[in-house]
């Protein structure tokens, strides 16, 4: 075959496809029947069951990514508190979840830390590509911690290691829903549960120390006011696997 003289010199660079053993585990574990039963809403943030299938639909046609690091480091000087790593994230910039291997979520646990960041990637695939929705980081981040929380009941989970951390927001979220649900989940009301920021203090103020929402001391001995902390989310392009993304 010739050369075409019409044809670009560079091709255009593609966005790396996701992992696809990765990509795999994580839909399957977004697709759960009974995460379709989670719904409420924290402040003015919703969190919907119908919204993980979404995620897991928008995986599977190449609009939000799945892919792997070598290493994680820190989201930004003085972002994290002290002895705090990152395993996990949606990266709002490349719409993309990102974990620590392509086996991530095979592993008892994992599939928790799954449902948290789909929060965020189902926050972000809801917002109009081409405007920002800015939501307060310490609500976004209670949202998505209660989410599991709910997750580990409505889908009869293990606790394992969710409450690993004694002053995180775990223990208080599952409390939460605990009390959401009653004594028996079988017999809850399906909701949607309306969560006020009073009924979520302990979740928020636990997220506030533990993802630093807060005011403190900066690793440079300066106070450090990082309590109007936002996400802002910018939207996940459309995008298929035959079409590429727009």
């Not at 789909?118 to 972000?124: G, I, K, N, P, T």
Request: aromatic letters at 8%; hydrophobic letters at 40%; one cysteine or more.
């Amino acid at each position: 075959m010739g050369n075409n003289p019409f044809a670009p010199q560079f091709a255009p660079k593609q966005p790396a496809p996701s992992n696809a053993r990765l990509a795999a585990t994580v839909t399957n574990i977004l697709r759960t029947p009974e995460l379709a039963q989670i719904n409420f809403q924290l402040g003015g943030l919703n969190v919907r069951g119908g919204r993980f299938m979404e995620v897991a639909n928008a995986i599977g046609a190449g609009r939000i990514k799945c892919w792997t690091v070598a290493e994680f480091r820190s989201q930004g000087r003085d972002e994290l508190a002290p002895g705090k790593i990152v395993e996990a994230r949606y990266e709002i910039k490349t719409n993309a979840m990102l974990f620590s291997s392509d086996d991530y979520g095979t592993n008892p646990g994992e599939d928790r830390t799954v449902v948290h960041e789909s929060v965020h990637a189902a926050f972000d695939l809801n917002t109009p590509k081409g405007q920002k929705v800015k939501n307060l980081s310490i609500d976004d981040e209670a949202a998505a911690v209660v989410a599991v929380a709910f997750y580990i009941r409505l889908c009869k989970r293990q606790i394992g290691a969710f409450l690993m951390d004694a002053e995180g927001p775990e223990k208080p979220a599952l409390e939460l829903v605990d009390s959401l649900l009653g004594n028996s989940v079988n017999n809850a009301v399906p909701g949607p549960y309306n969560i006020t920021l009073e009924d979520a203090r302990a979740v928020r103020d636990a997220v506030a120390v533990s993802r630093r929402f807060n005011t403190y001391i900066g690793s440079d001995g300066l106070l450090t006011d990082n309590s109007g902390a936002l996400y802002v989310y910018e939207g996940v392009p459309a995008c298929s696997l035959r079409a590429g993304c727009k």
